[in-house]
């Protein structure tokens, strides 16, 4: 059994800052991807950024260059550091971990979300 819990989401001003954090425990030794999703009403989920071990992050195309995710000391701990926030950030954001081989993800854990509002 894998727990995933978020942190950090809150409100903040257009050009903002905010600081997610994913901590992950219980049966974590065969998890090999972490990442962030964001889902708004009547939308479906949407990769924000992605860490593969060892691999180059993955990020969504209009997160580019504001955001960052980033591995802790922990071994399964993620942080999305999200900066120049904007109002179309405003989401429910998920932390997600994986157990791949190939093409083929044996486990999928989801946390519960936390919320981000951006608005003046």
């Known amino acids: 059994q894998v727990q995933l819990v978020e942190s950090g989401g809150g409100l903040a001003q257009p050009g903002g800052s905010l600081n997610l954090s994913c901590a992950a425990s219980?049966?974590?030794?065969?998890?090999?991807?972490m990442g962030w999703f964001r889902q708004a009403p009547g939308k479906g989920r949407e990769m924000v950024a992605t860490m593969k071990y060892n691999k180059p992050v993955n990020y969504t195309d209009s997160v580019k260059g504001r955001f960052t995710i980033s591995r802790g000391n922990a071994e399964h701990t993620v942080w999305l550091q999200m900066n120049g926030l904007r109002h179309e950030d405003t989401d429910v954001y998920y932390c997600?971990?994986?157990?791949?081989?190939?093409?083929?993800?044996?486990?999928?854990?989801w946390g519960q979300g936390t919320q981000v509002t951006v608005s003046s």
């Open positions: 219980g049966s974590t030794f065969t998890v090999n991807v």
């Open positions: 997600n971990a994986k157990t791949r081989a190939g093409e083929i993800i044996i486990d999928e854990y």
